[in-house]
């Protein structure tokens, strides 16, 4: 419990403490929003990193060589838990947006910070408010941005983390229509933080794996109707091959 309370005392403090380099960050970005958002997202950087050491989170990084270092791409990860975006936030080294469901606007400051990291908000219920959504993105790629998108649509509440929700086949529009890479990402180790034993955070070794670049273009027919699940495939691969990874780990010790 004196974990949780930590990081939730953490995070109300950072977010009150942190209005006056808002309102500096938003006239900066009046004047150069490129310059704002790298500022942003060095700030949001060293919290994560931050909550991260005290929640116990030790990170292991398999395949940074995967992403591309001059283009940016789509991001699609398997969602277990809250902690996947701080993961994600400090192991990518690129400027790049999560895209949240529209509720997460609900919440003063926070949203602010969110958007200054490039996040989008998707209205899963509004088709029409949701492609303006995806056209955003495709916008944001365009311009260098990277997004990372949960296909699964919200975290898999599922005991194995192998059992993934379903792909949406259309969250991979951004990469479609910006012609840009997809990056499939693997995580464990998520859950085990916080949502395995709601409301006491562990420590966890979280294994963050990026697989080779896959180009929607260049798939077969049938693999480019079914992109999402493709993709999927993909990530089970990389999950099964880390769960590997821990029982020998395991057994070892």
């Known amino acids: 419990m004196i974990r949780f309370i930590l990081v ?62 001059d283009k940016a791409v789509l991001f699609v990860g398997n969602h277990r838990g809250y902690f996947d975006i701080l993961v994600g936030y400090v192991t990518v080294p690129c400027l790049m947006g999560f895209v949240a469901k529209k509720e997460m606007l609900r919440y003063p400051l926070l949203k602010d910070w969110m958007h200054n990291v490039n996040c989008l908000f998707l209205d899963r219920v509004n088709m029409k408010e949701g492609l303006k959504t995806i056209l ?20 898999s509440r599922t005991e194995s983390v192998l059992e993934m929700l379903p792909f949406k086949e259309g969250s991979l529009k951004i990469a479609e229509k ?30 963050i794996q990026f697989g080779e670049p896959i180009y929607i273009k260049e798939l077969t027919a049938e693999q480019k109707k ?17 769960l590997k990874e821990r029982e020998g780990f395991t057994a070892e010790k």
């Open 136 to 155: 955003t993105g495709i916008e944001k790629v365009k311009h260098g941005i990277s997004i990372w998108i949960f296909p699964e649509g919200t975290r």
């Open 226 to 242: 079914f992109s999402g699940a493709y993709t999927r495939d993909k990530i089970l691969e990389m999950l099964q091959e880390q």
């Open 8 to 69: 939730a005392l953490s995070v109300i403090l950072f977010l009150i403490l942190s209005i006056p380099i808002l309102i500096a960050e938003w006239i900066v970005g009046k004047v150069n929003p490129e310059k704002r958002d790298w500022q942003s997202l060095r700030i949001v950087k060293s919290v994560f990193k931050y909550l991260l050491a005290v929640a116990g989170v030790k990170i292991t990084v398999k395949g940074a060589e995967n992403i591309p270092q």
């Open 178 to 207: 910006a012609g840009c890479a997809v990056i499939p990402v693997a995580m464990t180790g998520t859950a085990e933080v916080f949502e395995a034993h709601i409301p006491f955070i562990h420590p966890s070794h979280v294994i």
